[in-house]
């Protein structure tokens, strides 16, 4: 049982362009959702959050944008650089009062000079 | 600050065998988890810690795996006895308390089991 899903496992974009990476969740009792960002044998590093109160959260070039009508959650980078190249996971938590996160699979995003 | 530090980084196994792995979260963070990372997978969790008791260990295969934190600090992780199956990255996280849901992890420990 999947309930947060990333779809697409890859992404390429061009230097200076938006990349878009999507996800998707079942459970409408997650309150809170984060993106985190995995280079080559290193752990995840967090990336920006979104309560499930707001409908939009920015941080310089990352903005996470959330549709709860449709269980929807989207990262924008703009513009992205070729340093942005790395695996993207979408964690989602709000189950239990424990801090659980439950991970998608992760999309591999590859950024070309 | 320094980060979550986790050892060893890699090791390899012959199925039937035991390992464990070790981990010591940032100073002062009550929350200790270890993730379970199957290549091509997400992280999934395997037994979060408050301080040194088990809040959720629901996803534990503990007819092989147990794991403690007797201090309430560092943490082992064991594996006894591995199946090919358990080929993953096994990631430590720590937070300051369970309601701060950003958690910062380690670098993991891959382990193959052949």
């Known amino acids: 049982d999947q309930q947060v899903k990333q779809n697409s496992p890859s992404l390429s974009v061009q230097e200076g362009r938006i990349s878009i990476l999507n996800c998707d969740y079942t459970n409408s009792m997650f309150d809170y959702f984060l993106w985190y960002k995995k280079y080559p044998a290193e752990g995840p590093t967090f990336l920006i959050s979104i309560s499930s109160i707001k409908d939009k959260n920015e941080d310089g070039r990352f903005t996470v944008f959330l549709n709860k009508s449709a269980k929807h959650l989207s990262l924008h980078i703009v513009p992205s650089q070729p340093g942005d190249s790395a695996v993207y996971f979408c964690?989602?938590?709000?189950?239990?009062?424990?801090?659980?996160?439950?991970f998608g699979q992760g999309t591999t995003l590859q950024v070309k000079p | 600050e320094a980060g979550v530090a986790q050892s060893p980084r890699y090791k390899i196994i012959e199925k039937r065998q035991s390992v464990a792995f070790w981990c010591n979260p940032i100073s002062g963070h009550a929350t200790l988890y270890w993730y379970q990372q199957i290549l091509g997978q997400g992280p999934k969790l395997l037994i979060q810690?408050?301080?040194?008791?088990?809040?959720?260990d629901s996803q534990l295969p503990k007819d092989r795996f147990s794991a403690e934190r007797l201090k309430g600090v560092d943490s082992t992780l064991k594996i006894q006895p591995a199946k090919l199956e358990d080929s993953a990255v096994y990631l430590c996280?720590?937070?300051?308390?369970?309601?701060?849901?950003?958690?910062?992890f380690g670098p993991g420990t891959r382990l193959t089991v052949l």
């Open positions: 996280a720590s937070s300051l308390d369970p309601g701060l849901r950003e958690q910062f």
């Open positions: 964690a989602a938590s709000g189950l239990s009062n424990t801090g659980k996160l439950i």
């Open positions: 810690f408050q301080n040194n008791g088990v809040v959720d």
